[in-house]
């Protein structure tokens, strides 16, 4: 579905991207990983073509991002949902009318179809009845939750994710997590998961997508990151647990196998 062909990126000095090799697949959910700094979001942004690469390729569907003109790349990011670390709703704005915004700039739908399709958006991410509220009247996991549902409105084919769990206490991340999984499995989307919860990406991830100093040092199965050999991600896994998350995410593991 995505697909990174030896791409490079510097600001300035800066080498942030130093080949990246990488391929998504269509249907699953991939975390992105890494320590602050090593490009996650730079990543995210050329798949978006919000960054194009100094050299190397970015491909959509075999369509190669950074060859679209600004019009192909207007139609194509509407393929495309994001969902931002902060949320990221206009407060000064309903629910419904945050919800709106894409449709009315991106489709002709009529009123009574926006409003059905503010509906259907809401209620994959149970918040039925909230349309009338504005986002300081939503709890922060309601807030993730009304952002999920502006990017699903558009009925994309890629959901990118930017720290889902930011700020959320464990319930409530988790129930992030829950949701995450669950659209993936009744709508199929292919999900591009940046974040540093270690939790949330054996969890929910199908795959896992390691960055260090600008290059891809792990790509596999959350499993087979839990049983990787090289230093550096054992030394990364260890200093990311001191939140338990590796007892809880083994104790999850039992309690479903059993």
């Known amino acids: 579905m995505i697909r990174f062909e030896n791409v490079k990126k510097r600001f300035d000095d800066l080498v942030v991207l130093k080949g990246i090799d990488l391929e ?134 890629i959901l990118l994710y930017d720290e889902p769990t930011t700020g959320l206490d464990p319930p409530r991340a988790d129930s992030i997590n829950c949701l995450i999984s669950d659209l993936n499995k009744k709508l199929g989307i292919t999900s591009v998961m940046v974040t540093h919860d270690m939790y949330s990406m054996f969890r929910v991830s199908h795959m896992t997508a390691m960055l260090h100093d600008g290059e891809i040092l792990f790509y596999g199965t959350p499993e087979q990151m839990l049983h990787a050999k090289e230093p550096i991600i054992k030394e990364f896994l260890k200093t990311s647990s001191q939140s338990n998350w590796l007892k809880d995410y083994q104790e999850e593991e039992s309690y479903e196998s059993s």
Not at 37 to 54: F, R, W, Y
Not at 90 to 117: C, P, Q, Y
Not at 126 to 154: F, N, Q, T, Y
């Open 24 to 157: 998504i697949q269509r249907g699953m959910v991939t975390a992105v990983i890494g320590g602050s700094g090593t490009g996650k979001s730079v990543l995210l942004k050329h798949i978006l073509g919000l960054l194009m690469p100094d050299s190397g390729h970015v491909f959509i569907e075999d369509v190669r991002v950074n060859a679209l003109s600004y019009k192909e790349l207007v139609n194509m990011r509407q393929k495309i949902g994001m969902v931002f670390q902060n949320a990221a709703l206009f407060d000064s704005l309903t629910v419904a009318d945050n919800l709106a915004m894409g449709l009315k700039r991106h489709s002709r739908l009529s009123r009574d179809e926006i409003e059905k399709e503010i509906k259907w958006a809401l209620s994959l991410v149970g918040l039925d009845g909230v349309e009338e509220k504005h986002p300081a009247e939503l709890s922060g996991g309601m807030r993730k939750r009304a952002a999920i549902a502006r990017a699903l409105v558009m009925k994309p084919e």
